[in-house]
T-cell receptor, first 116, second 113 residues
C-alpha cells in the first residue's frame, strides 16, 4: 500500500513570495490533515478536511494561508505572501474514517520550507 | 483545552540499556494517547496508542507505554535500546470527537555505542 505522498520535498523562497505544497493521501482515506512543524517543536494542526469539506481550520492564518481538497482526494496548501516565520516542515497526514480521535493518522515525509 | 508536556528534551543512553521517555497530558475530557517516532528527514510513524482497556500498551520495535489516569501520564519505555532507535519521539493526545492531534515538544533519544 502506497503511503502519503508530498511534493516538493524542499523549497527555498524569499519573503513575500508565494509557495504551494501538494499532498496525495492514502487511497480511500476520507480525512486529510495539514500540520506545521517549526524546528524544535511538535507539529501543529493547520487544517483538517473530511472528504472535501473543512472540519477544523481554527489555527490556519487565513490572511496568508489557504488550502483546498478538490474531489476529496489530493490537497494543496498555499502561502501568499510568505514570512520568515513560515520556515518549517509542512506535514500532510490522512486517516481512514471520519477523523475521530481514535483513528491512526499516517504521515507523509513532509515539505521543508525555508523563507529567506 | 488539551496540552501535552514531554519532560525531557534530550535523553542520552547507551546501547542495550533501558530507557523511559516521559509524557504528561492535561485534559478536561476523555482522551486518546499516542506516541509517534520521527527519523531524520522523514514523517512521523505511529509507535503505539492507548484508546481504552488495558493500561499497558505494546507497540512496534519493542516499545511499550503505560497509561496512568491518576497521574495523567503516558510514559514510553523500552527494556533494551539499539543504535537504530536514535530519533525524535513525540507524545500526542486527541479528544473523542475530533481527529486533531495535540503534540508535545518532542524528546530526542540519542543511543550511544
Amino acid at each position: 500500500e502506497a503511503g502519503v505522498a508530498q511534493s516538493p520535498r524542499y523549497k527555498i523562497i524569499e519573503k513575500r513570495q508565494s509557495v504551494a505544497f501538494w499532498c496525495n493521501p492514502i487511497s480511500g482515506h476520507a480525512t486529510l490533515y495539514w500540520y506545521q512543524q517549526i524546528l524544535g517543536q511538535g507539529p501543529k494542526l493547520l487544517i483538517q478536511f473530511q472528504n472535501n469539506g473543512v472540519v477544523d481550520d481554527s489555527q490556519l492564518p487565513k490572511d496568508r494561508f489557504s488550502a483546498e481538497r478538490l474531489k476529496g482526494v489530493d490537497s494543496t496548501l498555499k502561502i501568499q505572501p510568505a514570512k520568515l516565520e513560515d520556515s518549517a516542515v509542512y506535514l500532510c497526514a490522512s486517516s481512514l474514517g471520519g477523523g475521530v480521535g481514535r483513528e491512526t493518522q499516517y504521515f507523509g515525509p513532509g515539505t521543508r520550507l525555508l523563507v529567506l | 483545552a488539551q496540552s501535552v508536556t514531554q519532560l525531557d528534551s534530550q535523553v542520552p543512553v547507551f546501547e542495550e540499556a533501558p530507557v523511559e521517555l516521559r509524557c504528561n497530558y492535561s485534559s478536561s475530557v476523555s482522551v486518546y494517547l499516542f506516541w509517534y517516532v520521527q527519523y531524520p528527514n522523514q514523517g512521523l510513524q505511529l509507535l503505539l496508542k492507548y484508546l481504552s482497556g488495558s493500561t499497558l500498551v505494546k507497540g512496534i520495535n519493542g516499545f511499550e507505554a503505560e497509561f496512568n489516569k491518576s497521574q495523567t501520564s503516558f510514559h514510553l519505555r523500552k527494556p533494551s535500546v539499539h543504535i537504530s532507535d536514535t530519533a525524535e519521539y513525540f507524545c500526542a493526545v486527541s479528544g473523542s470527537n475530533t481527529g486533531k492531534l495535540i503534540f508535545g515538544q518532542g524528546t530526542t533519544l540519542q543511543v550511544k555505542p
